[in-house]
């Protein structure tokens, strides 16, 4: 709950158009959500998205370019992808623990990664939307 708070105002602060949750996220209602958000979830637009296997033809239909955030081989870093980014993209992101699904990775049209020092691997869901959304602001 605090993540996806977290996630709906660093998409307000830095510009992103909307805001799709899974089925499995938390409510972006909840309060705790909102009270972290501080009351961005309102001011953001967002929907709830059917299952993923009927979500990515949606998103592609849309004209969005499903840019996957995951530690993976062969993932393009985040500045590469910004410098050539499509018109129109969704950042696919996944739960804290297992990130994104294989079906959801095999779908995406580009694996992106936020290159990382200090041996650390990766951030929390909520700072990886706020770096990725500044990068392709």
């Known amino acids: 709950m605090h993540n996806a708070g977290a996630a709906f105002r660093a998409a307000a602060g830095l510009g992103a158009d909307a805001v799709l949750v899974s089925e499995r996220c938390a409510d972006p209602l909840y ?3 909102v009270r972290v958000s501080m009351g961005t979830v309102f001011q953001v637009p967002w929907t ?3 299952a993923w296997p009927e979500a990515a033809p949606l998103l592609r ?3 969005l370019h499903l840019a996957a955030l995951a530690l993976a081989e062969g ?3 985040l500045d590469e992808f910004a410098a050539a980014r499509p018109d129109r993209v969704a950042l696919l992101m996944g739960t804290e623990g297992d990130g994104l699904s294989r079906r959801a990775l ?3 049209d580009t694996v992106v ?7 650390v691997d990766s951030l929390n869901v909520a700072a990886a939307a706020a ?3 500044w ?3």
Do not use: D, F, K, W
């Not at 990664?113 to 041996?119: K, R």
């Open 106 to 108: 095999a779908v995406a």
């Open 48 to 50: 709830r998205l059917p």
């Open 75 to 77: 993932a393009v870093p």
């Open 31 to 33: 309060r705790r959500s």
């Open 135 to 137: 990068a392709l602001r």
């Open 61 to 63: 239909e849309a004209g």
């Open 131 to 133: 770096v990725s959304l």
């Open 113 to 119: 990664t936020i290159p990382m020092a200090g041996g």
